[in-house]
């Protein structure tokens, strides 16, 4: 009897092999993840994501909640880049490595089981997600504390009262773009060629506004403008010149250059207080 057990289990198992007992993983919409459920993005919503944040071959993006990984492949195979997608379903992030495999871009596109609130993807140039509005609030502080400059794009949904610099629109779906800025709010002492000046700025996200105290006289500053680490404002010195400053912040320092509207013209570095 024994043997007729063993010999009705070797019939079997070579009648119905494990590959064949196992489906392979495939996963459907609305299947339910960690915080939301998966849905994946169009195609021409992806192009449209991936051209807003202008990816090329010397980026390296972060895609957060990568599903089956169509972002991250397409940033690598159509666009030349480095790309990571974190994905928290350990059997959606190995069939998204698959889907990177058949497409040919493992060399360039891994997908990794992770959760986006504990895997680092602070080396990331590029962000971008589609997740939901209170999830990009969740990540929102993690993507201000990253390198000014890094460009964040998400499919359908805001970061609320931090406005997109861009939205765009394909067939009733959004895509929203930001710049994570610099921070400059607070004083910053300004010298312009010898020239002193004292600068205080207030900073909502990218809006900036400011003054200048050029001694017994405080003025506003012209049109303040903050993209990422570029800045750039105007302000009329002692002698009525209308100068206009423009440069970049790379942490306590700004430097950059200016022009007058009387001809002049120079270089200007500013540390803050």
């Known amino acids: 009897m024994f043997r007729l057990v063993l010999a009705c289990a070797a019939i079997l198992a070579f009648a119905f092999p494990a590959s064949a007992q196992q489906k392979p993983y495939e996963p459907h919409v609305g299947q339910a993840g960690k915080d939301v459920i998966w849905v994946p993005t169009p195609d021409e919503v992806v192009d449209r994501m991936l051209r807003m944040a202008q990816v090329g071959a010397n980026d390296l993006v972060y895609d957060l909640g990568a599903g089956d990984g169509k972002i991250a492949i397409a940033a690598a ?51 971008t997600m589609y997740l939901l509005p209170a999830l990009n609030l969740k990540l929102r502080p993690t993507i201000l504390s990253m390198r000014p400059g890094t460009r964040v794009v998400s499919h359908s949904f805001t970061m609320e009262d931090w406005e997109a610099d861009e939205i765009s629109s394909m067939d ?45 006289t405080q003025g506003g500053l012209r049109a303040p403008r903050l993209s990422g680490f570029n800045i750039s404002f105007a302000l009329v010195d002692n002698n009525g010149v209308l100068r206009n400053y423009s440069g970049r912040v790379v942490g306590n320092r700004m430097e950059g250059s200016y022009r007058g509207d009387n001809g002049s013209e120079g270089r200007w570095t500013a540390t803050k207080k």
Not at 178 to 200: F, I, Q, R, Y
């Open 77 to 127: 195979k159509k666009f030349g880049a480095r790309s990571v997608g974190i994905e928290y379903n350990p059997d959606m992030a190995k069939h998204a490595q698959g889907n990177a495999e058949k497409a040919g871009v493992t060399g360039r596109a891994r997908i990794v089981q992770g959760d986006i609130f504990v895997t680092d993807f602070s080396q990331a140039t590029v962000v």
């Open 172 to 216: 009733g779906r959004r895509a929203y773009f930001w710049l994570v800025p610099a921070n400059v709010n607070g004083g910053w002492s300004l010298d312009t060629a010898g020239d002193k000046a004292e600068l205080s700025f207030e900073q909502r996200f990218q809006k900036i506004e400011g003054t200048v105290n050029l001694g017994l």
